[in-house]
């Protein structure tokens, strides 16, 4: 596929990859060959065996896989300081590009989420795009696959309210899927199978995705600029973290990533990633080419794909499409889990996701890139049992020296500059060049701050930026093991046939409790107990070497405890540590949204609400009864509705029976897909609200009556 207006751009593009690739990895393959023969002549003069072939393999795939990200961090800070128009935004003059008559959709799915964060980032994504006066080429639709009834409910609610609010009627839609099939890619296909001809691209947002009205429409100026690019990825910058844990997230997100993902982009170029969210997408190449397949087998490797961008991105490519991503362009932002236990619930359900892309890495026609991309995610979920088997074999090889009394057959090394080395300094060489390595994009990331005076300034200041990597290094080094143990046990429970469920992220800052912890750490405590004793009675010298990896597992219950507490996390940030751009000079999307938020806090009501309270809405509330009604009956329009009501199991006289029966007996009387199938029916919803509020007393339920009584009072 060739683009006239791009031709001169996209030829050096190509001939310019295969070059920047061998560079890249040559540049990673290199130091790990120079390291793994320092290390491989460290185990030489102490004697091969069996063992250490299998040591030494090992630290070559971890060694490699650490070099790759420092090469990502050098050749990143290298782009950063001298500059390239390698680069979706540097290709051609976009923002002259006239978008008049461009049609987007800006879409949120979303499953169990906090109603009032999601809509309220629709507003300010909304009202941040009408300022751009282009608010005309964009629809905003909200997507849901909920299945709590009171969600259900609650976001027609809160989606009129939002419609009426900003006089968005026919701008900001609604849509909840009778049947949740496939998940988040899925919902995104049934609504591109309705909708999606009537868009040229769509932009894929997440359930606290914000983006800057600018930001949305540079995106379609880029893709109207080059016809030939199939998805533009941005970089989301995390925000609005509270909690110690979350606020270092988001120090670590902002620092380190501009180095990391221009290091990225250096050696991907037009053949990039795709993340899942905060993206535009061409709509007709994206039907046509990136349908997912089921894989064969059983779960947890087959069927459906979890990890679905990797793959469209890769189909995108392999249909000759480019992919690029926009990793200068700002005003894209996200949150993150707040608590190390939720942030390993999402990284489960990641790693099922890239696990399974080991059966997609051969399939036929994709792009070397692609296999790159999708191999550099299997192994960041592999590395940790890697490490794990790492340090076993090195205890392992030190466990059996001293218990055989073997002593060891001194030999010449082969690197003759290392010749007149004791081996205590021969190992220290080889933990430093592992620690250099390990440091240096942080370094690289400090010096390009350092460069960067308005940015500097954001940070507060190179002193507090150097605090915080100091700080961040240190909660990595304690962390680091307790994700080594998560990504073991989620490797191998993968590989037991165990998958994951499909759960709501938890997405607040309320903190963990130290019972709930006790919970889902005793056995990362245990673990470290048990090995800092063996490793003690084995060699106390040994003991300390180990002691990082060590500490990490015994302290992860208070670890988990207090970097979960917003108090400290408002305490680090009084101190000026750990500061973002987006705290200390915040845009005014994000001021829009908290400052929504902080009034929804004061002024909602916060009683605890009863079991079904959402399903008594719907149905006593004559507002709230008229938005759902109204919403199914558009609904019908759809020619996929009658077929998905049809796979909920009844037709309209048996949800009629069951609508019977959920007056006589009560909401608890019916099972949840029971209940699901007569909120899904209109004629029965409307037949329901009659009934409430028409029959006599003893011909309700006594739930019903509390309800009524509730209700009235409430008026």
Known sequence: MVDPLNISEVKPLRLRRGWRLFLFYSSAV????????????????????????????????????????????????????????????????????????????????????????????LRATYESLAKTGQLDGFDFFILSDSTDPDKWVEEERRWHELVRELDALGKIYYRRRLFNEERKSGNVRDFLNTWGRRYRYFICCDADSIMRGETLVDLVKMMEAHPTVGLIQTVPALVNAESLFGRIQQFANRLYAPVFIAGLNYWALDLGNYWGHNAIIRTEPFMQFCDLPQLPGRKPFGGQILSHDFVEAALMVRANWSVWLAYDLDGSYEEAPQALIENAQRERRWCQ??????????????????????????????????????????????????????SDIPVQPFTPYLAHWSGTEHAF????????????????SLIDLALDWPRRKAFGGLSRATLGV????????????????????????????????????????????????????????????????????????????????LAGMVFSIPISVLTSRRSLGLWARRLGIFLTPEETNPPMEIVS????????????????????????????????????????????????????????????????????????????????????????????????????????????????????????QRD
């Open 30 to 121: 290199l130091l790990t060959g120079v390291v793994t023969m320092i290390f491989a002549d460290l185990l030489w003069r102490t004697g091969w065996s069996g063992s250490r072939t299998v040591l030494l393999g090992l630290f070559i795939i971890l060694f490699l896989l650490t070099a790759i990200g420092c090469v990502h961090g050098v050749y990143g800070f290298l782009i950063r300081l001298f500059g390239t128009q390698r680069r979706i935004t540097g290709l051609k003059k976009f923002r002259d590009q006239n978008i008049s008559g461009v049609s987007t959709a800006i879409i949120f799915p979303i499953y169990n989420e906090d109603a009032v964060r999601v809509y309220e980032g």
């Open 353 to 406: 996701g890239n696990m399974q892309h080991s059966l997609v890495l051969f399939a036929k026609g994709l792009r070397g890139v692609s296999r790159l991309h999708l191999l550099l995610g299997i192994f960041g979920y592999l590395a940790g049992p890697l490490w794990l088997a790492f340090l076993l074999m090195f205890n392992w090889i030190y466990w059996y020296q001293l218990s055989t009394g073997l």
């Open 429 to 444: 060489l080889i933990f430093v060049i592992c620690m250099v390595v390990l440091m240096l994009p942080k370094c690289l």
């Open 470 to 549: 100091i700080g961040e290094t240190a909660f990595s080094t304690l962390h680091a093991p307790l994700l080594m143990l998560w990504h073991t046990r989620f490797v191998l429970t993968n590989i037991a046939g165990i998958s994951v469920g499909w759960a709501t992220q938890k997405r607040g800052a309320d903190g963990t409790s130290w019972l709930y912890a006790i919970q889902r750490h005793w056995g990362h405590t245990l673990i470290g107990i048990l090995w800092g004793t063996g490793m003690w009675r084995l060699e106390p010298s040994l003991f300390w070497w180990f002691m990082p990896v």
């Open 593 to 712: 949204l908290r400052s929504r938020m902080k009034i929804h806090d004061l002024t909602d009501d916060q009683t605890p609400r009863g079991d079904h309270a959402g399903l008594a809405e719907a149905v006593l509330d004559p507002y709230v009864n008229a938005i759902h009604v109204s919403l199914l009956r558009e609904k019908q329009l759809n020619p996929t509705y009658a077929e998905q009501f049809t796979r909920l199991g009844a037709g309209t006289d048996g949800v009629r029976a069951l609508g019977e029966k959920l007056l006589c007996e009560g909401p608890e009387k019916l099972r949840k897909p029971e209940r699901m199938s007569v909120m899904a029916d209109q004629r029965v919803m409307v037949w329901l609200h009659q009934q409430a509020w028409l029959r006599p007393e003893e011909k309700l339920a006594p739930w019903w009556k509390a309800m009524i009584r509730e209700f009235s």
